[in-house]
T-cell receptor, first 111, second 113 residues
Framework: GNSVTQMEGPVTLSEEAFLTINCTYT??????LFWYVQYPGEGLQLLLK?????DKGSNKGFEATYRKETTSFHLEKGSVQVSDSAVYFC??????????FGSGTKLNVKP | DGGITQSPKYLFRKEGQNVTLSCEQN?????MYWYRQDPGQGLRLIYY???????QKGDIAEGYSVSREKKESFPLTVTSAQKNPTAFYLC????????????FGSGTRLTVV
């Protein structure tokens, strides 16, 4: 079946450090891939997406590349800020309205 | 601006009571969803609806009920049969076709007192 696996947290980094949050997926066909961010007490916000192999999604300094050969969609940012502290969810959309979410990775950025 | 509105933001329920959480969207999305999130946990799907007057159970539907009488609205009722209702509830919507993602509401935190 379809599924999303992302690295367990929490991930703790110092400000200006490089961030990678790993995400791998299992799916037949060609799903669309997403990263969502959730700040404390709020809903999820779409951070970026990619709809086909080798696409790179980017937003607010975050990037992720759709790698079909490794079934991965890792989230990266070159220099994190304290304001990036949040929970990050990887997700895939398959066959119209079937969405699958990872379990979330909490990021703590220290000043 | 288009979006999803969930209300109330905080809700307190006494044991044995039913409560209804509101979810309204003005995005003209066909599909709507309810998720439950427990502290430090991911999202679990309660119910979803792809069209008016039709909905399907998700992974944890027991103790919950929904209706979809209008395209814009997808209320969730937490019944007294739900044994552990304290959680954060998220509503979302999406287009039925295409490659777009969900749009989420800001959530309702339900606490049983």
């Amino acid at each position: 079946g379809n599924s999303v696996t992302q690295m367990e947290g929490p991930v703790t980094l110092s400000e200006e450090a490089f961030l990678t949050i790993n995400c791998t997926y299992t799916a037949t066909g060609y799903p669309s891939l997403f990263w969502y961010v959730q700040y404390p007490g709020e809903g999820l916000q779409l951070l970026l997406k990619a709809t086909k192999a080798d696409d790179k999604g980017s937003n607010k300094g975050f990037e992720a590349t759709y790698r079909k050969e490794t079934t991965s969609f890792h989230l990266e940012k070159g220099s994190v800020q304290v304001s990036d502290s949040a929970v990050y969810f990887c997700a895939l959309r398959y066959n119209f309205n079937k969405f699958y979410f990872g379990s979330g990775t909490k990021l703590n950025v220290k000043p | 601006d288009g979006g999803i509105t969930q209300s109330p933001k905080y809700l307190f329920r006494k044991e044995g009571q039913n409560v209804t959480l509101s979810c309204e969207q003005n995005l003209n999305h066909d599909a709507m969803y309810w998720y439950r999130q427990d502290p430090g946990q991911g999202l679990r799907l309660i119910y979803y609806s792809q069209i008016v007057n039709d909905f399907q159970k998700g992974d944890i539907a027991e103790g919950y009920s929904v209706s979809r009488e209008k395209k814009e609205s997808f209320p969730l009722t937490v019944t007294s049969a739900q044994k552990n209702p304290t959680a954060f509830y998220l509503c979302a919507s999406s287009q039925s076709e295409g490659t777009g993602g969900y749009t989420f509401g800001s959530g309702t935190r339900l606490t049983v007192v």
